[in-house]
């Protein structure tokens, strides 16, 4: 089996197909701290993609609330117990491992992969041991049927209420669509070859033409974002909303567009792009696109168990409160320093968070003015200094297309005022 | 491993049976057996051309009977009650339990023709009736027939497919004979449709043409492949079929026009034998795709005989057998002769 | 030496090709024709259509099923002209062994010359090749003592085969049906009893080296079956007539006996040994078509050839052969 590079997990590791590079590749950096659950981007996708006879369960985007919750059931406990049956306590990372250049940022992982897993006889989940080429099982079609399960469930209510660093009592939103793979599961597991990772931009995309529904991208896939569909007798998936991406779709006036959960999101958490890679499939330098600062350099943003070895491309600020253990099994070993470097930004890092959702167009490169001093605040103790910085956001032409400033604007409502 | 004793005892080593010798006789041998090669390689290459092949398939053959009957898609129609049964092994299941119940190891063929189409009828065990694919994790049942894309009975030479001449694949699924659903309500009781009148374009899979669309599917899938994971529909789906279930099992009817003009779909003609086989799979236990049961080959020739009646068929074996008691008396006769 | 030489090579006056050096002539072109089509054609151009994401090899593989077409038929030529050498050489001895191979052989071909002419049917091929088949087992196992076993099970493995077709092609023509299942599940025990027994044919301790070899095809088949169940399955159905009823390491013994069958006749010099090997396991028990009977039948003349030909050179010069074995 080929070998190909992962460097979410610091190594090389076996892939199905060769690495092959794309011209740009899909990302995004979800901060989960900032999201209020509210679904927006869930129904602005429904709305836009799946709202026919067969796709009732289909939720491409989705929010989950984590711990308990999860679409469909359970999916990430039951892939990471099959990953745990393949290799019985091996699945563990060498923090030590990496060296913190973006080939190895968070260390390097020693367990085994969905890929490389394989090969050991499965668990007793139901799955068909057979010709598998990813270790994956197909969730029922009970599993799918309750999207948000669970929600705004915490794990206990202390009557003492709850403080930080880690909160006793604790639940988040997870806000999930298809991670665009570096090395997609679903495109592995496909005997029809009817997968594919577009060479533009790297969304993965099923053809409808070729499709023959035998769902092995819904086994295989760890996140389980492949989704069949009764009516069509074919597996969908989240595409992208690629009309936007490209620029093609009457509403972005040929300007590259942020997908429909982007731009709808009310809690502004989310930001989304397009990076340049390397041909091993990680990122080129590129300091100057507010998303390669906020997962190369910072090291703020995490991809969601990156020991599935798919190498997803939507990158999460953990949620500051929840206990290490958790999110370090669910983001790796990266997770305590996110924190750290997201509660007490630097200065760069504050004026580029302000970028969320300041602009549907999709920036691809920014530039920072610096401003005066406006306020200090504590931070676990330490004083912080708050500068007035702009962040100046830049199209794929380099055309301004958005600035904004790190205090926001105050107005004062005047003394007399019109009372209705 | 110790001695045997006998002869082998006293053997020894084939380099002085073949020949002892020296070098003056080494290179005429060498010579011998360029000689010996080229004229093979001359003789293969013609039969190459010609695509001549001197072997013949010795494989279970079935013939298709003419029939008279008004034949339809109705796999319990009386017609078929009288035509012989082949009976051909698959190879054993690989789940996890290789000897469980419910594996299928045979299907039953029988074929019959009426001068213009050809009927296959196909019977198999399965306890499971599994024709609803409304649920991710449904697969249905299914069984194929496969043929060289040119009628030919020339094991091993072109059967499953050559870059040359590929295979005709037909395959029925329950699924698609079971039709479209009505409602949704039929795949998934209760749910909520928000927008229950939708257009075409709001399925892709049908825009695009995907002949295996819930919607368009027929029964059968024409289906053609040419080497690596090159399968795909053929452009005619002349391929009718109906199954029906019951407590033993499946039983199957596949009907195609005998003569074909699309490419890569053989022409059954009188007095032609071709290859076929069979794959079953069995939606209970996740079957899809490569995970099925393959039967051995099985050749089928089209025959001007009608549907026999019992008992006619003892003849050929009779004579066979004869004719094996002949060479038995002629080795026997040899050696009592020679000793 | 000398006088071993002297005693069999007559050919040293004329330096002409004597019809001893034919039988090791044409064998040593028709096994490795026999092999290079089992590998290009019944595995790998079979195996292909199998594997859905290799597109990118679709040049490969339109070249090797060329290839393995012309192989194929280099082979069927090839084996034709094997058979008459033996039917011819097998006839000139004065041994009834030597003269019932001949005429079984012989009738085989004419067998296969008469279905491929279409003279007579499925039914009568059948029997034909069957009979011919166990007249040659008989025939090549009297007087081999233990050494007759593997060829015994093997014939008896064929046998068992071919009344199951038999049983078919007799229910096709109208005939009673019978429930064949059992005779399958019978042939196919059978046959891998007769694979991993053939180390036997050889009788003589296998070297370490042999056996892992033996080991190392064994483990590589059963862990392939393992893995990859479905497609090996199929191969060893369609080339071997063995529909893997039993659990996979089996196959892996099974294997591993004949490799180290073969391996150890190689070693020890008796390359006729390991021919016959190679063609009665590559001709296997499914009767598929003449070719593959065709080298079943062309395994078992050759081990009969060999017994006569050692039993003669033994009479005439034990001393001479025990010492060249030595």
Not at chain 1, 86 to 103: L, R, S, V
Not at chain 1, 123 to 142: F, L, N
Request: hydrophobic fraction near 40%; glycine fraction near 10%.
């Amino acid at each position: 089996m080929p070998q190909v590079h992962n460097w979410q997990l610091g190594r090389d590791m076996e892939y199905v197909h060769e690495a092959g590079q794309t011209e740009r590749q899909f990302a995004a950096v979800f901060n989960i701290n900032r999201c209020i659950g509210c679904q927006t981007c869930s129904m602005a996708c429904k709305s836009t993609w799946t709202f026919a006879p067969g796709q009732e369960l289909m939720w491409w985007n989705n929010v989950e609330t984590k711990p308990y919750g999860g679409y469909p059931q359970n999916w990430d406990v039951k892939t990471l117990e099959l990953l745990e049956a393949a290799n019985p306590g091996g699945q563990t990372w060498n923090a030590g491992g990496g060296d913190g250049t973006p080939k190895a940022p968070y260390g390097r992982f020693d367990g085994t992969t969905i890929f490389e897993s394989a090969d050991a006889k499965r668990g007793a989940d139901g799955t068909v041991a057979g010709e598998a080429t990813v270790t994956g099982y197909i969730p029922t079609e009970e599993e799918w049927k309750a999207p948000n399960a669970f929600e705004d469930h915490a794990t206990t209510f202390p009557k003492q209420g709850v403080t930080l660093p880690e909160h006793e009592g604790w639940f988040f939103y997870l806000q999930r669509i298809c991670n665009h793979c570096t090395y997609p599961g679903c495109l592995a597991a496909c005997p029809r070859n009817a997968i594919y990772k577009r060479p533009e931009d790297g969304i993965v995309l099923v053809d409808q033409e070729r499709c023959r529904g035998y769902r092995k991208c819904v086994e295989a896939c760890p996140y389980k974002k492949t989704m069949y569909r009764p009516t069509t007798r074919t597996t969908e998936k989240c595409i992208a909303c690629y009309p936007r991406i490209e620029g093609t779709d009457p509403l972005t006036g040929g300007v590259p567009t942020e997908t429909r959960c982007m731009a709808a999101c009310v809690g502004k958490i989310r930001l989304q792009g397009l990076v340049k890679t390397n041909e091993d499939g990680s990122w080129a330098d590129d300091p100057k696109n507010p998303l390669y600062y906020m997962v190369h350099e910072e090291k703020v943003a995490l991809p969601l168990y990156p020991q599935f070895g798919t190498q997803p491309n939507v990158y999460y600020i953990p949620p500051r409160w929840v206990p290490r253990p958790y999110l370090e099994q669910m983001f790796g070993p990266g997770a305590q320093q996110a924190i750290d470097r997201y509660t007490k930004p630097s200065r760069r890092l504050l004026a580029i968070l302000q970028l969320f959702r300041a602009s549907r167009r999709i920036v691809f490169s920014y530039d920072i003015e610096r401003g005066p001093k406006f306020d200090e605040i504590n931070v676990n103790g330490e004083a912080v200094d708050l500068f007035d910085d702009t962040v100046i956001g830049y199209d794929s032409t380099g055309a301004e297309i958005v600035r904004v400033n790190v205090q926001e604007p105050v107005s004062e409502r005047p003394g007399k005022i019109n009372s209705i | 491993m110790g001695r045997t004793g006998g002869d082998t005892m006293t053997s020894h080593s084939d380099v002085d049976v073949s020949s002892v010798a020296g070098t003056r006789n080494l290179l005429t041998r060498r010579v011998g057996m360029v000689l010996v090669l080229a004229a093979a390689v001359v003789a293969a290459a013609t039969l190459q051309i010609l695509d001549a092949n001197p072997a013949t398939s010795q494989t279970t053959g079935i013939s298709a009977l003419r029939t008279e009957a008004d034949l339809g898609l109705d796999p319990g129609d009386g017609a078929w009650d009288r035509v012989p049964e082949t009976e051909l092994p698959l190879t054993a299941q690989q789940t996890s339990y290789p000897f469980g119940g419910g594996s299928v190891t045979a299907v039953t063929v029988q074929a019959l023709h009426d001068d213009e189409s050809l009927y296959l009828r196909v019977t198999w065990p399965d306890s499971t009736s599994d024709v609803g694919t409304g649920a991710p994790e449904a697969f249905s049942d299914a069984v194929a027939v496969q043929f060289p894309s040119v009628a030919a009975a020339t094991v091993p030479a072109v059967c499953m497919g050559q870059a040359s001449s590929g295979v005709n694949i037909w395959q029925w699924r329950a699924d698609s004979d079971a039709g479209p659903p009505d409602t949704m309500d039929e795949i998934r009781p209760n749910t909520v449709v928000d927008v229950p009148e939708t257009a075409n374009e709001d399925y892709p899979a049908r825009v695009v043409g995907n002949p295996f669309d819930a919607e368009d599917a027929g029964a059968v899938q024409n289906l053609l492949a040419e080497g690596f994971g090159t399968i795909g529909p053929a452009e005619d789906q002349a391929v009718a079929g109906h199954g029906e279930h019951d407590d033993q099992g499946w039983t199957v009817v596949l009907r195609r026009e005998l003569s074909s003009t699309a490419g890569g779909e053989p022409s059954f003609r009188m007095g032609e034998a071709t290859d076929m086989a069979f794959a079953v799979w069995d939606g209970a236990n996740e079957e899809r795709n490569g995970l099925k049961s393959v039967s051995a080959f099985a050749t089928l020739a089209l025959s001007n005989d009608t549907v026999p009646g019992a008992g006619s068929g003892w003849i050929i074996p009779l004579v066979a057998v004869m004719l094996a008691a002949v060479v038995i008396a002629i080795a026997r006769g040899g050696m009592r002769r020679s000793s | 030496m000398s006088v071993v030489a002297e005693r069999l090579t007559p050919a040293r006056r004329s330096a002409a090709l004597t019809h001893r050096d034919v039988v090791p002539l044409v064998f040593g072109l028709t096994v490795p024709a026999v092999v290079a089509e089992l590998m290009i054609l019944r595995l790998f151009t079979r195996t292909a259509i199998h594997i859905p994401a290799l597109e990118f090899l679709a040049g490969t593989y339109r070249v090797a099923a060329v290839l393995g077409r012309f192989t194929f038929h280099l082979a069927a030529v090839l084996l034709i002209a094997a058979l008459s050498v033996l039917v011819v050489e097998l006839a000139r001895r004065v041994d009834p062994q030597a003269r019932t191979a001949a005429a079984a052989t012989a009738v085989f071909g004419v067998t296969a010359a008469a279905a491929r002419l279409e003279l007579i049917d499925t039914v009568t091929t059948t029997v034909l090749v069957g009979t011919c088949v166990a007249v040659l087992v008989w025939t090549a196992a009297s007087g081999r003592g233990i050494s007759s076993v593997p060829l015994l099970l093997f014939g008896a493995a064929f046998l068992a085969v071919a009344a199951h077709s038999l049983a078919q092609q007799v229910a096709a023509e109208g005939g009673p049906t019978v429930d064949g299942a059992r005779l399958l599940y019978l042939g196919e025990g059978l046959a891998l009893a007769a694979a991993a027994s053939a180390p036997l044919i050889i009788g003589v301790r296998p070297s370490r080296r042999a056996v892992w070899f033996g080991a190392a095809a064994g483990v590589l088949v059963a862990g392939a079956m393992i893995g990859n169940g479905a497609t090996v399955k199929i191969l060893t159905l369609w080339n071997f007539g063995l529909a893997g009823y039993f659990p996979s390491p089996l196959y892996g013994i099974a294997v591993a006996g004949v490799v180290i069958a073969i391996v150890t006749a190689y070693r020890l010099g008796r390359r006729f040994d390991a021919w016959a090997l190679v063609l009665l396991f590559v001709g296997a028990v499914g009767l598929h078509s003449t070719y593959q009977s065709g080298l079943v039948v062309a395994g078992l003349s050759l081990f009969v050839y060999l017994t006569c030909t050692r039993r003669r050179s033994a009479d005439a010069d034990e001393t001479s052969a025990a010492a060249l074995e030595a």
